[in-house]
Each structure stands twice: as structure tokens, then as C-alpha cells.
Nanobody, 115 residues
Framework: QVQLVESGGGLVQPGGSLRLSCAASKNIFSIYIMGWYRQAPGKQRELVAS???????NYADSVKGRFTISRDKAKNTVYLQMNSLKPEDTAVYYCNARSAGVDYWGQGTQVTVSS
């Protein structure tokens, strides 16, 4: 069993910053890609950012230049640094990892951007 544990969500004012963390269980031989998705009320779930096992990153157009995804392979952890946050970023953020053709998901963490 693979477990993803998310942390770092919360309430922040517009223009502020927040960093999300997602730690995968240690009993994983190979994670091909890890990423962050988000889902706002009434909206479809969308990819925010991802990073492959060789460090290739991908970002949604709406967050380019503001968000940065990074990883610590030794700790099986992926981070999402979110800067210049906007109210439109408000959503539940989900961590995702793909290993051996199987997708694993975190429990979700709420990010609220409001003054």
C-alpha cells in the first residue's frame, strides 16, 4: 500500500504565499511522476503542476510564474510553493503519484485565498 500525506494548506490573503507538502510512503520502488491537482466548487479537477522522476516540470498556464513544484527524492516528498496567490486559487489541492502504472492520491488540503 502506498500512502500520500498532504500538509500546508490554510487561509492566506491575496498576494501571500503558501507551501504545500506531500510525503509518499517509503515502500515505493519507483515513482514516475508526482503532481498537484486542485478542484474548486463547481469546477472540474485540474492539473496544477507536475514533476517527473528526471525533473521535467509542467505547469498550468494559470499558475506559471507564480507556483513552483519541487521534489526531494530521498524523502519521497514533493512540494508546491505558491506565491502571489489570488482568490481564484482557492480550491482543495490533491497530491498525486504514479508508480508501476497505478495512481495514488492524497487526502486533499484546503487552500483559501481571501482578505
Amino acid at each position: 500500500q502506498v500512502q500520500l500525506v498532504e500538509s500546508g494548506g490554510g487561509l492566506v490573503q491575496p498576494g501571500g504565499s503558501l507551501r504545500l507538502s506531500c510525503a509518499a510512503s517509503k515502500n515505493i520502488f519507483s515513482i514516475y511522476i508526482m503532481g498537484w491537482y486542485r478542484q474548486a466548487p463547481g469546477k472540474q479537477r485540474e492539473l496544477v503542476a507536475s514533476v517527473t522522476s528526471i525533473g521535467v516540470t509542467n505547469y498550468a498556464d494559470s499558475v506559471k510564474g507564480r507556483f513552483t513544484i519541487s521534489r526531494d527524492k530521498a524523502k519521497n516528498t514533493v512540494y508546491l510553493q505558491m506565491n502571489s496567490l489570488k482568490p481564484e486559487d482557492t480550491a482543495v489541492y490533491y497530491c498525486n503519484a504514479r508508480s508501476a502504472g497505478v495512481d495514488y492520491w492524497g487526502q486533499g488540503t484546503q487552500v483559501t485565498v481571501s482578505s
